[in-house]
C-alpha cells in the first residue's frame, strides 16, 4: 500500500540533500575569500598565456558536426549495455532487435561517410 508513513525515508533524503546545498553554498560564501573586482581580475585567463584575439571568433561548421556526430553515435554505446547484461535472455528475437538497432546506426553512418561529413580537407 501507499501509505504516506512510507514516504518518509525519501522526504528526509530530499530534506538532507537540500541542506548539504544550502551549508555549501553559505559555507563558500561566508568563509571563502574576499576579493574586489578589479580589470586583472576580470581578465579571462588561459593556462597562464596572454589573451590574444577576439573570444568571437567563428569556429568551423565541421567542428560542431563531428562533435554532434560523436554524441550521436556514443550514446548508443549507452543502449546496449542492457542488452550485453541480459543476452542470453533476450534470445534470437533479442538479437534480432539489437541487429536491426545497429543496422540503422550503421547506415547513419554510411550516410555521413558519404557526404563527407568526417572529411576533414573539404
Known amino acids: 500500500m501507499n501509505l504516506p508513513e512510507n514516504y518518509i525515508p525519501i522526504i528526509i533524503q530530499a530534506a538532507v540533500a537540500l541542506g548539504f546545498v544550502l551549508l555549501s553554498l553559505a559555507g563558500t560564501h561566508f568563509l571563502g575569500p574576499k576579493q574586489s573586482n578589479s580589470k586583472r581580475k576580470n581578465e579571462a585567463f588561459e593556462c597562464g598565456i ?6 568571437r571568433t567563428p569556429f568551423s561548421v ?54 563527407g561529413a568526417l572529411d576533414w580537407d573539404r
Do not use: C, H
Open 62 to 115: 565541421k567542428y560542431f558536426l563531428t562533435a554532434i556526430l560523436f554524441v550521436l553515435f556514443d550514446i548508443e554505446i549507452v543502449f546496449f549495455y542492457p542488452y550485453a547484461v541480459n543476452f542470453r535472455e533476450f534470445g534470437v528475437q533479442g538479437f534480432l532487435a539489437v541487429l536491426a538497432f545497429v543496422s540503422v546506426f550503421f547506415m547513419a553512418f554510411v550516410y555521413v561517410w558519404k557526404r
Open 50 to 55: 596572454e589573451s590574444e584575439g577576439n573570444a
